[in-house]
């Protein structure tokens, strides 16, 4: 397909990266000559200098030819006028990225269906759910549902102490009568496998597994991972009164966490005081970490910072570590920093731009998607598949089906029951298949289900 993608900030660049791997042709619009000249040379990518809300610049970068345009500048109205102007020239799949919740409330004047746009999509709102379900897991740092939340798809590291340490997949799948799960994937440095009986886990690995929500509990116990108190006495801090910082606090005080908010700005504070229900607004410096104890930060289960500076977030996290905080979550928005705050021990770092990018790719992929998270560091993915009427895979034995090399089926969903398969299991028209693709392997897979 030709995809056209206006911005190439992180989000625009993450996009063009994935799809022209893909095999996608796919052209670049930017008003910044050196991040053209960057993505072009880095990227199989054809670049156009100019504003992507000009007619001329869009007609010069062929959206005469465009079957997807992707609007993802950091300008809401830039994005809007863009798709207008593509869904003047036909283009099928329109895409934009907004801030504004003025466009993407249920309330909102402007809606997707009146502009014609066929996705709006909201990073922050995708960041504060995603950062509300890792709060409420003990040790994960990356956390996905699959099948209408019936499968969780979850990443762990793997400490010193940790009893997996040095098992291989082999002993670990003899567990499996008490352990429901399946490691799907190892992360090792910087690079990540798919791994086989004979593969060991190792200290400062990083596993991805598939399981059902109801299995956590045992999980969490195997890993020997801290259990966040009751209910009753659970405390969080959230750093940042940002529009995500806000939509936080409301969850976590939906979820019976005693909630304190912390905003640098006087005035911000009386307006998310008046916003918030049982959530207390505290007027300070998040690096002013004398005052986060004096509030009572030493302790607490979760600390989540998520101001717009990333070197703020990374640092507070750490203060609050050194203050025994059981958990850290940290937004990260640079790329290089996200392994480097794991690296120093925060619990989970939280990419607005996967956030976008896997919303988008999901939209824009062919198949029978229906689910779709992206694994930062590695490029992989997660995706979720329909076995529809004339695929040709039903009633075919796992051991007889050409599978893609780099890519593994985890899990078959039929109805309300799953199944970890094995060479033996059996797709059947109706089922949800989740696969863990490396980057390599993901058209292929792709193609299979398509």
């Given at each position: 397909?030709k995809?056209?993608v206006?911005?190439?900030?992180?989000?625009?660049?993450?996009?063009?990266?994935?799809?022209?791997?893909?095999?996608?042709?796919?052209?670049?619009?930017d008003?910044?000559?050196?991040?053209?000249?960057?993505?072009?040379?880095?990227l199989?990518?054809?670049?156009?200098?100019?504003?992507?809300?000009?007619?001329?610049?869009?007609?010069?970068?062929?959206?005469?030819?465009?079957?997807?345009?992707?609007?993802?500048?950091?300008?809401?109205?830039?994005?809007?006028?863009?798709?207008?102007?593509?869904?003047?020239?036909?283009?099928?799949?329109?895409?934009?990225r907004?801030?504004?919740?003025?466009?993407?409330?249920r309330?909102?004047?402007?809606?997707?269906?009146?502009?014609?746009?066929?996705?709006?999509?909201?990073?922050?709102?995708?960041?504060?759910?995603?950062?509300?379900?890792?709060?409420?897991?003990?040790?994960?740092?990356?956390?996905?549902?699959?099948?209408?939340g019936q499968?969780?798809?979850?990443?762990?590291?793997?400490?010193?102490?940790?009893?997996?340490?040095?098992?291989?997949?082999?002993?670990?799948?003899?567990?499996?009568?008490?352990?429901?799960?399946?490691?799907?994937?190892?992360?090792?440095?910087d690079?990540?496998?798919?791994?086989?009986?004979?593969?060991?886990?190792?200290?400062?690995?990083?596993?991805?597994?598939?399981?059902?929500?109801?299995?956590?509990?045992?999980?969490?116990?195997?890993?020997?991972?801290?259990?966040?108190?009751?209910?009753?006495?659970?405390?969080?801090?959230?750093?940042?009164?940002?529009?995500?910082?806000?939509?936080?606090?409301?969850n976590?005080e939906?979820?019976?966490?005693?909630?304190?908010?912390?905003?640098?700005?006087?005035?911000?504070?009386?307006?998310?005081?008046?916003?918030?229900?049982?959530?207390?607004v505290?007027?300070?410096?998040?690096?002013?970490?004398?005052?986060?104890?004096?509030?009572?930060?030493?302790?607490?289960?979760?600390?989540?910072?998520?101001?717009?500076?990333?070197?703020?977030?990374?640092?507070?996290?750490?203060?609050?570590?050194?203050?025994?905080?059981?958990?850290?979550?940290?937004?990260?928005?640079?790329?290089?920093?996200?392994?480097?705050?794991?690296?120093?021990?925060?619990?989970?770092?939280?990419?607005?731009?996967?956030?976008?990018?896997?919303?988008?790719?999901?939209?824009?992929?062919?198949?029978?998607?229906?689910?779709?998270?992206?694994?930062?560091?590695?490029?992989?993915?997660?995706?979720?598949?329909?076995?529809?009427?004339?695929?040709?895979?039903?009633?075919?034995?796992?051991?007889?089906?050409?599978?893609?090399?780099?890519?593994?089926?985890?899990?078959?969903?039929?109805?309300?029951?799953?199944?970890?398969?094995?060479?033996?299991s059996?797709?059947?028209?109706?089922?949800?298949?989740?696969?863990?693709?490396?980057?390599?392997?993901?058209?292929?897979?792709?193609?299979?289900?398509?």
């Open positions: 397909m995809i056209l206006v911005g190439s900030g992180q989000v625009g660049y993450f996009l063009c990266d994935r799809l022209s791997r893909e095999g996608h042709e796919v052209t670049l619009v008003q910044d000559e050196a991040v053209v000249e960057r993505a072009q040379d880095h199989n990518v054809l670049g156009v200098i100019g504003n992507g809300a000009s007619a001329e610049i869009l007609e010069q970068a062929g959206i005469k030819d465009a079957d997807i345009f992707i609007a993802v500048t950091n300008v809401d109205e830039v994005n809007i006028l863009a798709c207008l102007l593509a869904r003047e020239y036909q283009v099928k799949i329109l895409i934009a907004t801030k504004n919740i003025e466009y993407t409330s309330k909102a004047i402007l809606s997707k269906e009146k502009l014609g746009i066929d996705l709006l999509i909201n990073p922050d709102d995708a960041v504060a759910e995603e950062l509300s379900k890792l709060a409420c897991n003990s040790s994960a740092f990356d956390v996905a549902e699959f099948a209408d499968i969780l798809f979850q990443g762990y590291r793997i400490e010193k102490e940790s009893p997996l340490c040095d098992l291989t997949l082999a002993e670990l799948g003899e567990l499996r009568g008490m352990y429901r799960f399946v490691v799907v994937a190892i992360s090792r440095g690079s990540t496998i798919i791994p086989r009986g004979d593969d060991t886990i190792q200290a400062g690995d990083r596993i991805y597994i598939f399981a059902p929500p109801q299995e956590l509990p045992a999980i969490n116990y195997l890993l020997q991972s801290d259990q966040i108190q009751k209910k009753s006495s659970r405390r969080a801090f959230i750093l940042g009164g940002s529009r995500i910082g806000l939509q936080v606090a409301r976590m939906n979820l019976h966490f005693h909630t304190k908010l912390v905003e640098r700005d006087e005035k911000r504070c009386y307006q998310l005081a008046e916003q918030l229900n049982k959530a207390v505290i007027h300070a410096e998040g690096l002013d970490i004398q005052i986060l104890v004096d509030e009572g930060v030493a302790g607490a289960d979760i600390f989540i910072a998520v101001t717009e500076n990333d070197k703020t977030n990374i640092l507070t996290c750490l203060l609050a570590k050194k203050h025994k905080v059981r958990r850290t979550l940290a937004l990260v928005s640079q790329p290089e920093l996200i392994g480097l705050a794991s690296d120093l021990g925060i619990d989970a770092c939280i990419s607005p731009r996967l956030a976008a990018a896997g919303a988008i790719l999901k939209f824009v992929r062919r198949g029978d998607i229906i689910s779709l998270a992206a694994v930062e560091g590695s490029n992989s993915e997660v995706l979720e598949f329909e076995i529809g009427k004339n695929s040709g895979l039903s009633a075919i034995p796992f051991s007889a089906l050409h599978f893609p090399r780099g890519a593994i089926i985890g899990v078959i969903v039929r109805g309300k029951n799953y199944e970890i398969p094995t060479g033996e059996m797709l059947e028209e109706g089922d949800r298949v989740v696969v863990f693709a490396l980057p390599e392997a993901l058209q292929k897979v792709e193609r299979f289900f398509a």
